[in-house]
């Protein structure tokens, strides 16, 4: 999951500010390394271990001139983060550079017949055998782009690249296979990105190249080869995402920004009510649904299972991407698939479209309009929360449940939900203004080393999402838990030590998620509930209580009570001394 960028510009000049500029927007993608290569009569290599600001201390990727170069950030997958394997990799003679992202599943066989031949290796990378590949077949007498298609006729595996030569220092050629990739022009040059925000200061419209296909960039344009090399001609997209949005705009994390940007984003998803009408449309008639999806994705799918199910009887199962290859085999032509996927870029569940379109009607309902997953299936559903930028899916999930709540309220016909969708914003702007009592509440509990969260019905997979949100950021081991699951094995872990949260909106099962929570007191648990404002109950059982708006039904209450489940990790985390942007081991963007 690492980013990659290249660039051309018209001009000759200070390509190290702009390629720095263009990576430190790729961070989320990891940051374990950073390096830059740059070409002004020779190439020139500047990378380590660390994140970007600090290795730009160090190195100062600023003063590197010349207008083309390549820019990589790393999270390290083959080999550890270490200096030598900071991307660009160099041949040997050091006339060929390269970046990388994704996996080689042949590296090693492939190692080891260029050792044997005679090439060199420093890292202990998968990514070194393609630089060592593109010299041997430079070497044969190819060209780059000739050496770079040969090259990836011996790959398995997952790529994007993007490379140059000072043998052919008029262009940077790039190519993929199951990672992502654009192509991107403005004012300034010619650009490569594994993804838009990199590139979004200097080049707005934009393709993304298919599978064997390589891009070629020169000062004078962009060209798009085919397998035989043979010009093919692509039309580009404007894209309307600004800089601005990808940027902190006076916030300390982006987190909170996007927090922040909750209410907009669901009001702005709700403007794509005609659009999904449309869809649902199209479609037509389904006997089955069945939604694919990972992380907090996978936890707005659950929410869409139980609305489908309950709205409109269709029958709906829920599969983690990654395990869809076990339990997917009984989809046919009236089923309907549906992907979440705040990147549209999330390997595994790309993988289960490929499959799925084989039988069965798919739909993408995704944030990133020119992801691979919005143009690979049949329908989209585009929600509207702008750029995320945080490891930590924030805006996106509510825009996700607001899209899938539409979509469930439309084919059930049932306007009295849709209505009160509406009502939404306004909830979450409260529930955000609780940001200073939840940040001192927070104090409470950054001592823990684990919590429970718990939640009945619609609030189960709010209660999944809100573990996900404190364990990824504040390290604290979390377990989200049907409420009533609980006794058949985890209450043995209950104790004094033990925060346990309470998700117990108003609603059906009201009474029994109380008999949950009074059973988690009697253990001694330091209980959190979220309620109902002026619910006498549960201020009586809880050492804790976040109270919401009344009127926040359980039908209604994923899209608001994940709120403070948020601020709450957001606070922790800083109280432990971490940076909610970028936790470790992790990335936004989840390619391999
Ligand atoms: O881009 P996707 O929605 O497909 O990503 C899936 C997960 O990797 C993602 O939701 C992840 O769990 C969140 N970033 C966690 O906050």
Redo the contacts with the bound molecule.
């Keep these: 999951m690492c980013g990659i960028v290249g660039c051309i510009l018209k001009e000759n000049k200070n390509v190290g500010s702009i390629l720095f500029n263009c990576i430190s927007k790729l961070e989320y993608r990891g940051y374990d390394s950073v390096g830059l290569a740059t070409y002004d009569n020779d190439i020139a290599v500047k990378k380590a271990k660390g994140d970007i600001e600090k290795v730009n201390g160090k190195l100062n990727f600023n003063n590197m001139e010349g207008n083309l170069g390549i820019a990589h950030t790393r999270w390290a997958s083959t080999g550890n983060p270490t200096d030598e394997n900071a991307h660009p990799h160099l041949d040997e003679t050091k006339s060929v550079a390269i970046v990388h992202n994704g996996t080689l599943e042949n590296y090693a066989i492939i190692k080891e017949e260029l050792i044997e031949n005679g090439y060199c290796f420093k890292s202990t990378t998968d990514s070194e055998v393609i630089v060592n590949l593109i010299r041997k077949y430079m070497n044969e007498g190819l060209n780059l782009e000739g050496a770079l298609r040969k090259t990836t006729e011996n790959l398995k595996g997952s790529y994007a690249i993007v490379a140059f030569t000072k043998d052919e220092p008029d262009k940077i050629i790039a190519t993929k296979k199951d990672s992502p990739l654009i192509v991107a022009y403005g004012d300034e040059g010619y650009f490569v990105a594994s993804d838009m925000p990199a590139v979004l200061d200097y080049a707005r419209n934009i393709i993304r190249p298919q599978e064997g296909e390589i891009a070629v960039l020169t000062k004078n344009g962009i060209e798009i080869h085919d397998e035989n090399g043979h010009e093919v001609k692509r039309k580009f997209r404007y894209i309307g995402w600004t800089p601005e949005m990808a940027q902190k705009e006076g916030y300390d994390y982006f987190m909170i920004k996007e927090i922040n940007e909750q209410s907009a984003a669901v009001k702005n998803t709700l403007g794509q009510k005609e659009n999904i009408q449309k869809v649902i449309n199209e479609i037509g008639k389904v006997n089955r649904i069945c939604f694919v999806?990972?992380?907090?994705?996978y936890h707005a799918s659950i929410t869409g299972k139980y609305l489908i199910e309950s709205l409109a009887g269709i029958p709906t199962d829920v599969v983690i991407a990654s395990e869809a290859r076990y339990s997917a085999k009984t989809w046919d032509k009236d089923t309907l698939v549906i992907f979440?996927?705040?990147?549209?870029?999330?390997y595994d569940?790309l993988m289960v479209l490929k499959e799925a379109k084989k039988t069965s009607k798919t739909l993408a309902i995704v944030n990133v309009a020119s992801s691979a997953m919005s143009e690979d299936a049949q329908y989209v559903i585009q929600t509207q929360a702008g750029p995320e930028i945080g490891?930590?899916?924030t805006k996106t999930y509510v825009a996700q449940l607001t899209a899938i709540y539409l979509f469930s309220g439309l084919i059930a016909g049932n306007n009295k939900l849709i209505d009160e969708l509406y009502e939404v914003p306004a909830y979450i702007d409260e529930a955000v203004g609780k940001s200073d009592s939840i940040k001192a509440l927070s104090k409470r509990y950054d001592f823990a080393d684990d919590a429970f969260y718990l939640g009945r019905g619609f609030s189960y997979p709010t209660a999944l999402e809100g573990a996900?949100?404190l364990k990824?950021i504040t390290y604290i081991h979390a377990e989200g838990y049907a409420a009533g699951e609980l006794k058949h094995g985890p209450l043995a872990l209950i104790d004094e030590k033990i925060p346990v949260i309470v998700i117990i909106p108003p609603g059906d099962d009201f009474n029994k998620t109380m008999i949950n929570l009074e059973e988690v007191k009697a253990r001694g648990a330091i209980v959190l509930s979220i309620g109902a404002e002026g619910d006498e109950k549960i201020a009586e059982n809880s050492g804790e209580f976040i109270e919401m708006n009344p009127n926040i039904k359980d039908i209604i209450a994923p899209l608001v009570y994940i709120v403070p489940l948020q601020l709450l990790s957001y606070y922790v985390t800083l109280d432990r001394g971490y940076n909610p942007d970028k936790p470790k081991n992790l990335a936004?963007?989840?390619t391999v």
């Design positions: 999806a990972c992380g907090t994705s979440i996927s705040q990147s549209g870029e999330t569940s490891v930590a899916a996900l949100k990824e936004k963007v989840i």
